[in-house]
């Protein structure tokens, strides 16, 4: 199974209280994932926190609960934006 935070230093960059936040956002969710889509909410069981935005800012408005799909495409659309723009420079 591939550990995704290999070589990754997100982990790091995570404040101290990472594990609180991710608590509220949960809450918050009522465990069900957050992503609205044509005005329709998804209602798959939210597993993972994400940046709404800047991966810096970690304030409860740009965090989310995702489920993991939603979380996965969305990940993979912006590393794909990034070899993108890598590639325009």
Same mark, same amino acid.
């Given at each position: 199974?591939?550990?995704?935070?290999?070589?990754?230093?997100?982990?790091? /960059? +995570?404040?101290? @209280?990472?594990?609180?936040? &991710?608590?509220?956002?949960? /809450?918050?969710?009522?465990?069900? $994932? /957050? +992503?609205?889509?044509?005005?329709?909410? $998804?209602?798959?069981?939210?597993? /993972?926190?994400? %940046?709404?935005?800047?991966? %810096?800012? %970690?304030? +409860?408005? @740009?965090?989310?609960?995702? &489920?993991?799909?939603?979380?996965?495409?969305?990940?993979?659309?912006?590393?794909?934006?990034?070899?993108?723009?890598?590639?325009?420079?």
């Amino acid at each position: 199974m591939p550990v995704p935070w290999k070589g990754s230093r997100r982990r790091q /960059e +995570l404040p101290d @209280n990472w594990p609180e936040l &991710c608590k509220m956002v949960a /809450e918050r969710s009522g465990g069900v $994932c /957050e +992503l609205v889509e044509s005005a329709t909410r $998804c209602v798959m069981t939210a597993a /993972e926190v994400d %940046h709404r935005g800047p991966a %810096h800012d %970690h304030s +409860l408005l @740009n965090l989310q609960h995702l &489920c993991r799909r939603h979380h996965a495409r969305k990940t993979g659309a912006e590393g794909a934006r990034a070899v993108r723009l890598r590639g325009e420079r």
